[in-house]
């Protein structure tokens, strides 16, 4: 330390003089913050820290306030505010200067103003309404620095509230001549949509001339924009497609002037940016995916391909989830990265095997993350590492054995940690069992026979979790076992209960099991001790459960009763609506009892009663009626197993959907060379390859290149021998299938206990334009700890070429994303000839050319409207998706308490189709089918119709139903198409008729809101009638009430949920507050209202 | 995302810090200390990128600074990485041979610099000539 401090005083005085730098202020060693700066590098103590700032602080707070002090010697207080609050000192009584410093100070001394204002404040602090004055002066400067001043902070930080204020200058500043101006406008704009997207809704056209501005920084700057709007809705903005891709285009092409190159890349973070927002527009979309795949390939072609090991891994496991074969071109790489001394690089290996792994060799891959999971001591790993190795334990476990070994190991490890849907899916997975009802008592009977001896040996030493895990497991399936005694089981829990360590929760289950367990007789002993020392527990949940034992130990019929053997699970039911207590409530009502009130309200009613509201209806408090659900209220046990057991209708309906036909995938020539040489049909199967014609050239290219580097690997030395064996077992069944289900769509291996996968992998494919990449590279060796040294050692220089064409390789990984969707829409092609294997493809590549017909047969499509429908208004007949033998459309048709989606089938093919079933399915909408769904046999050129009755389960400002139509070709060949169709949320929406009392207490009883401005309608009538009026007709509201300058307005959403408007004129605004009892719902219909508005 | 960049001597003391979401002053100085000690433990033959707690860490060396960026898992780590070496380059560019000291005495200048990089996360600008072009008109007009 006192070494370099020593070489830090001796580089001081050096530096001082020395100043001849450009843009460097002139510093005297004797100025106040040259003294600061001295003092911050001689510390040597926490202490002495704190002494040196309190003391800095002290002066600075007399010299700010001080009517004398000049700009210049407020800038220099300014800075040194920076400094203490830097190092953790709080210096607020400064704020309200650096607005000064801001406001009134010159050039240098107002950017510092502007700088200290925007570290010091944050975006909600008051005080930053008093700079709006100060940007308005600003931005209506002459002198163009302060204009971009201006737009620096606001685009940091700005009052929402305040943007109409200024937003007409920033608007105006997007047609300014300077292309700096134009940029930071842009940027302002941008930060605008990012806290308040609703002012600037009406300028989307500008954001496109700026995306088309002649100056690359300009368009550079609205690509933020773009990003964020078509990450919100990509459909939307399909159409600007071809113009991202010309401008990646230049970019890759070297368009740009020279100035934009980093290293000779032309413009790098550009194309990230560009490439994430096609990964976007490309997504699910094989049209637009196809706009694209030249300008990919050529991003690819320009950046030199050179996987240097461990810098490619990141990439590689993106790169995987497209294509897992590319994997066994690396496979050597993958394993000197197993063994790198480097965790974080053994992680990021092992997220990679993740991805890769399949039925053959899981238990390698599991057993590897296992060991990692032994040494790592980083939380987030363990309950991540976790999490994945339970999912592809349940997803490819192999055997019953090693699936309970596995999962006892996870619960071990992951100890209380990991995330709670881990032990409650095992345990569900365990209650619901598997077809084969043998199959079903093995793996229930190992699971008891691992527990009962971990529970001889040392229990104390188990995390929670698992011991609940093992209370629910033997209290349930312990009777399996026949040679084991109930009381051992019974005797064994109860040692659980008086370890100190158990937590309450813990001794709930073990209660819990007991009272499954206890029959009376030899038994009763255990139990009848254990039920009086916790029947008077402080924990009611304990006493509970201890007296439900007491009880039922007693009576066997009762018990019987509550607790079956064996039951199916799925009959429990819990009565969420606590409908068995209205007998009570409503003796104690009679008695005189006052009747319940929500907390909200009462708090409501306190707040109206203590001072006088001065919005409409009282304050709203954010508490929703959901978060105080019952859950709160439930024990341990039966929540768990509740939580675990809902949904079990959504799982066989995905089951129907996902054990359909995928692919056994496209074999590789090159395949052979790696480590699996021994797997005989592979080669075979390589032979009768053939190219799909949906990939891209490069990949095929690189795939070739790939294909004349292998045999340098094959040579193999003595103690490799151990890595190849490790090799071949991590590897193996890749190259005869491409298994990785990341989409969540593709589950080809058959798995051993069938259930719904959960979720998706963690990364889903629009990731993988963003995680690119890792690397390892050593940082620049540091040649000494001179203060003054340059930082930019020579050094670092011979390694940036490199790096940096590896940088833009990196960049361009991301086009996987567009390829897979073709590959994941291919049929099965199992066992089919190659000829009708392409075939197939090209149908998938290609639906463009079957849209014609599909729009002609549109025109007749309203005769095949259902008569019941046929007099009611329909949206317009769209058309779906087509194939070469089937046409897909839809409408749906509003009636007055429902709304219908009528799918029109059309085989427009020359010969009939078998065994056709129409599924349709949504996220936010409950689907139920009216009569029939079509199915069966559909002769040629005839049209079938399904009609599906659609509610909102969850709002969302458009409601999307997506559908699978499978059929079988004559030939036998199976196939499938799959659609999505739109609707939006006002297609659900009716007026709402109620009287204003009534309007006012459901006002108050309702918890989710919102507020917003809405544009008034000025044309002659009376701006509120005419605005309320065009809301009405548009989204058929029911308009209340209007009072002055007031109105209320009701409607609904199908079938019964209701939501109220309060409109208020306010400055030249709508304002607009809205409220309803679902959640979502007051902001979907807002958005409506302001298209709805903005349309007139 | 990027969520603070910070500058930092090998001895962990603070040289520079911008976050871009709001962290309450009384939690930075843990965080920085936190996330430094975890990246000077680091050899320089191991990886730059590191994770920490939720999100991301990426850093680089320079002499006896090193810059450390927290980054959201979103983010490309080597996108960061490069735009870290960009950054110390125009530095070097606008202070011609950028030491530690020079950014300790123009610490607002340096803000200024990240300022025209770096906006609400993102990375708004990457052309040297035009990150440093509104410091070096405000130069000017000082000096005149």
């Known amino acids: ?1096 | 995302m990027i969520k603070f960049v910070l500058m930092v001597n090998r001895q962990g003391q603070t040289r520079l810090s911008r976050y871009y979401h709001s962290v309450e002053l009384s939690r930075r100085a843990a965080l920085e200390a936190d996330v430094v000690r975890y990246c000077l433990s680091r050899k320089k033959d191991q990886c730059s990128f590191v994770e920490y707690k939720d999100f991301k860490v990426v850093y680089r060396q320079y002499a006896a600074l090193y810059i450390v960026v927290g980054i959201t898992d979103s983010e490309n780590e080597l996108s960061i990485y490069e735009l870290v070496h960009n950054f110390v380059e125009v530095l070097d560019k606008y202070f011609s041979r950028v030491s530690e000291l020079d950014i300790m005495f123009n610490l607002d200048r340096v803000h200024i610099i990240l300022d025209e990089m770096i906006q609400n996360g993102h990375i708004v600008e990457t052309n040297k000539s035009r990150i440093l072009a509104p410091l070096t008109a405000i130069d000017k007009m000082v000096e005149s």
Not at chain 1, 340 to 364: C, G, M, S, W, Y
Not at chain 1, 512 to 517: G, N, Q, S, V
Not at chain 1, 551 to 556: A, F, I, K, R
Request: with cysteine.
């Open chain 1, 1 to 1096: 330390m006192s070494d370099v401090v020593e070489k830090t005083l001796t580089a001081l005085p050096s530096l001082l003089s020395l100043d001849s730098h450009p843009g460097s202020a002139k510093l005297s060693s004797t100025s106040k913050l040259g003294n600061l700066i001295r003092g911050i590098t001689e510390l040597t103590s926490k202490h002495e820290e704190e002494k040196l700032i309190q003391h800095e602080l002290l002066a600075i707070k007399e010299q700010v306030s001080s009517p004398n002090t000049t700009m210049r010697q407020m800038k220099e207080l300014m800075v040194r505010s920076i400094y203490c609050e830097m190092l953790g000192y709080e210096a607020s009584f400064s704020y309200i200067h650096a607005i000064k410093l801001a406001q009134q100070g010159t050039v240098l001394e107002k950017r510092v103003g502007y700088l200290a204002v925007s570290l010091f404040l944050n975006e909600s602090h008051e005080l930053l309404l008093l700079l709006v004055n100060t940007v308005l002066k600003d931005l209506q400067s002459t002198n163009l620095i302060e204009v971009c001043m201006a737009l620096t902070v606001v685009s940091q930080m700005f009052p929402k509230d305040m943007i109409p204020a200024i937003l007409p200058l920033v608007e105006e500043k997007l047609n300014h001549p300077k292309e700096i101006i134009r940029r930071k406008a842009v940027l302002a704009l941008y930060k605008f949509y990012l806290i308040a997207p609703n002012q600037v809704q009406h300028i989307h056209n500008k954001f496109r001339k700026a995306l088309c501005d002649k100056d690359p920084g300009v368009m550079t700057a609205s690509l933020h924009i773009y990003l964020q709007m078509i990450q919100e809705n990509p459909d939307a903005y399909k159409d600007l497609t071809p113009s991202f891709v010309t401008i990646l285009k230049q970019v890759v092409g070297g368009k740009l002037p020279m100035d934009f190159n980093y290293h000779t890349v032309p413009a790098p973070w550009l194309q990230i940016q560009l490439l994430r927002i096609l990964a976007l527009l490309g997504k699910n979309d094989q049209s637009t995916s196809e706009v694209m795949y030249e300008v990919l390939d050529e991003s690819l072609r320009r950046a030199e391909m050179n996987h240097n090991i461990t810098y490619g891994l990141k990439a590689l496991t993106y790169v995987v989830q497209q294509d897992p074969k590319l994997a066994l071109q690396h496979q050597m790489t993958i394993i000197e990265c197993l063994d790198h001394p480097d965790l974080i690089i053994k992680r990021e290996t092992l997220e990679l095997l993740f991805r890769i792994t399949n039925a053959q060799n899981v238990t390698v891959i599991v057993e590897k993350m296992l060991e990692f999971l032994c040494i790592s001591e980083d939380d987030h790993t363990t309950i991540d590492l976790v999490g994945k190795v339970a999912e592809l334990a349940e997803k490819y476990a192999p055997d019953n054995e090693w699936f309970i070994e596995t999962m006892n190991t996870v619960f071990s490890l992951g100890g209380d940690m990991m995330q709670p849907d881990i032990p409650n899916s095992f345990l569900k997975l365990l209650s619901e069992g598997f077809d084969s009802v043998e199959e079903d008592r093995k793996l229930k009977l190992f699971a008891v026979n691992s527990y009962v001896p971990l529970l001889r040996g040392e229990p104390g030493k188990l995390p929670q979790r698992f011991l609940q895990v093992i209370s629910w497991v033997l209290g349930e399936y312990s009777h399996l076992r026949e040679d084991l005694e109930p009381a051992e089981v019974l005797s064994l829990l109860a040692k659980l209960l008086d370890m100190k360590n158990s937590s309450s929760e813990t001794k709930s289950w073990v209660l819990m099991a007991m009272t499954k367990l206890c029959k009376g007789g030899t038994d009763a002993s255990v139990t009848q001790e254990v039920s009086e020392t916790y029947s008077s527990s402080l924990d009611t949940v304990l006493r509970q459960r201890a007296h439900e034992l007491q009880y039922l130990s007693q009576d066997p019929e009762l018990r019987a009763r509550v607790l079956p053997r064996g039951a199916n699970p799925e009959t429990l039911e819990v009565d969420s609506s606590l409908s068995f207590l209205d007998r009570f409530v409503s003796e104690a009502l009679a008695a005189g009892a006052a009747p319940y009130k929500p907390p909200h309200q009462r708090q409501e009613e306190l707040d109206q009663s203590k001072a006088l509201s001065l919005e409409p209806y009282g304050l709203s408090l954010p508490i929703s009626m959901s978060s105080c659900s019952i859950t709160d209220r439930q024990s341990p046990t039966l929540l768990s197993m509740s939580s675990g057991l809902s949904g079990d209708s959504a799982d066989l309906s995905h089951k129907g959907g996902s054990s359909a036909l995928k692919l056994d995938g496209v074999k590789r020539v090159w395949g052979r060379e790696g480590y699996l040489a021994q797997r005989e049909p592979v080669e075979e199967a390589a032979q009768v390859e053939v190219p799909s014609p949906i990939q891209s050239p490069g990949r095929q290219g690189e795939g070739d290149s790939l294909h004349s580097q292998t045999p340098t690997q094959t040579p193999t030395p003595e103690p490799e021998q151990e890595k190849q064996q490790l090799a071949s077992s991590l590897f193996v069944g890749l190259a005869s299938q491409s298994s990785v289900s990341l989409m969540g769509k593709s589950e080809p291996t058959p798995q051993r206990f069938r259930r719904k996968a959960k979720g998706q992998g963690p990364g889903s494919s629009f990731n993988a334009s963003e995680q690119i990449s890792s690397s390892l590279i050593s940082p620049p060796s540091a040649v000494d700890n001179l203060l003054c040294n340059n930082l930019l050692d020579s050094n670092n220089a011979s390694e940036l070429a490199e790096q940096t064409s590896q940088l833009s390789q990196r960049l361009t990984t991301a086009n996987g994303t567009c390829h897979t969707e073709a590959e994941l829409t291919e049929p099965d092609t199992k066992g089919c000839n190659p000829a009708l294997r392409r075939d197939n493809c090209v149908v998938a590549a290609d639906p463009g050319p079957h849209d014609d017909p599909g729009r002609l047969t549109e025109v007749c499509l309203d005769s095949y409207l259902p008569a019941e429908l046929s007099g009611l208004s329909h949206s317009e007949i769209a058309p779906l998706c087509a194939n070469q033998s089937l046409n897909l459309s839809a409408c749906h048709v509003q009636k007055e308490d429902s709304l219908i989606l009528v799918v029109f089938i059309i085989n427009s093919s020359e010969s009939a189709i078998q065994q056709m079933l129409l599924q349709v399915d949504s996220e936010e909408l409950e689907v139920s089918c009216l009569c029939d769904s079509p199915a069966g046999e559909m002769t040629s050129h005839s049209v079938a119709v399904g009609q599906y009755s659609l509610t909102v389960k969850r709002p969302a400002v458009h409601v999307e139903v997506v559908g699978t139509v499978s059929y079988q070709l004559p030939a036998g060949t199976s196939q499938s198409l799959q659609f999505s169709y739109k609707v939006p949320l006002t297609s659900f929406i009716r007026p709402f008729v109620v009287s204003t009392e009534e309007y006012g207490t459901m006002w108050l009883s309702f918890s989710h809101d919102t507020k917003q401005n809405l544009t008034l309608i000025n044309d002659n009538q009376e701006p509120l009638t005419a605005t309320l009026n065009a809301l009405k007709k548009k989204l058929q509201l029911h308009v209340v009430e209007v009072i002055g300058m007031e109105g209320i307005v009701a409607c609904r959403l199908l079938q019964d949920l209701p939501c109220l408007m309060h409109c208020r004129v306010n400055a030249g605004w709508l304002a607009v507050w809205l409220r309803s009892p679902v959640p979502d719902l007051p902001d979907c219909l807002i958005y409506h209202c302001q298209r709805a508005l903005q349309s007139l």
